[in-house]
């Protein structure tokens, strides 16, 4: 029984984790974004999301294989590396935008904007699935 606890456990801190970040990240899009302090909370905002996820889906990962649930165990895996790869590109595509920001060029606020916003639409796929992932799961 320890394995499934262990299993749900980290399911609901990345599920609660995704949410929280998700609702934060929402008032976060009316900063301007003109500044260079407003794109490195931004950029620190998210690095801080998706190393908390990917504590937490590879925690749920390793704990649905302990309780013999492949599937589950595949698809957090599945979204560990999907954090990994979106904070290496997003992370990166903000530092970059941020930059240009800095430098005077307007077209890269809108640029910023559109990082963040697909930002927040990963994490509100995210959500959906592991939501829909629990009303899956029959103890």
């Given at each position: 029984?320890?394995?499934?606890?262990?299993?749900?456990?980290?399911?609901?801190?990345l599920?609660?984790?995704?949410?929280?970040?998700?609702?934060?990240?929402?008032?976060?899009?009316?900063?301007e974004?003109?500044?260079?302090?407003?794109?490195?909370?931004?950029?620190?905002?998210?690095?801080?999301?998706?190393?908390?996820?990917?504590?937490?889906?590879a925690?749920?990962?390793?704990?649905?294989?302990?309780?013999?649930?492949?599937a589950?165990a595949?698809?957090n895996?599945?979204?560990?590396?999907?954090?990994?790869?979106?904070?290496?590109?997003?992370?990166?595509a903000?530092?970059?935008?941020?930059?240009?920001?800095?430098?005077?060029?307007?077209?890269?606020?809108?640029?910023?904007?559109?990082?963040?916003?697909?930002?927040?639409?990963?994490?509100?796929?995210?959500?959906?699935?592991?939501?829909?992932?629990?009303?899956?799961?029959?103890?």
């Amino acid at each position: 029984m320890l394995p499934t606890f262990a299993a749900l456990f980290f399911t609901v801190v990345l599920m609660v984790t995704t949410a929280y970040f998700l609702l934060g990240g929402l008032p976060l899009l009316v900063l301007e974004h003109d500044t260079a302090l407003d794109a490195r909370f931004v950029r620190g905002f998210f690095d801080v999301y998706y190393k908390a996820a990917f504590i937490a889906a590879a925690g749920a990962a390793i704990s649905y294989a302990w309780s013999s649930r492949p599937a589950f165990a595949l698809g957090n895996a599945g979204i560990a590396m999907m954090v990994v790869v979106l904070r290496a590109k997003l992370i990166s595509a903000m530092a970059q935008q941020a930059e240009k920001i800095q430098q005077g060029e307007m077209r890269a606020i809108r640029r910023f904007r559109k990082v963040h916003a697909a930002a927040l639409t990963m994490n509100l796929v995210q959500l959906i699935g592991l939501v829909w992932g629990l009303t899956q799961i029959s103890l």
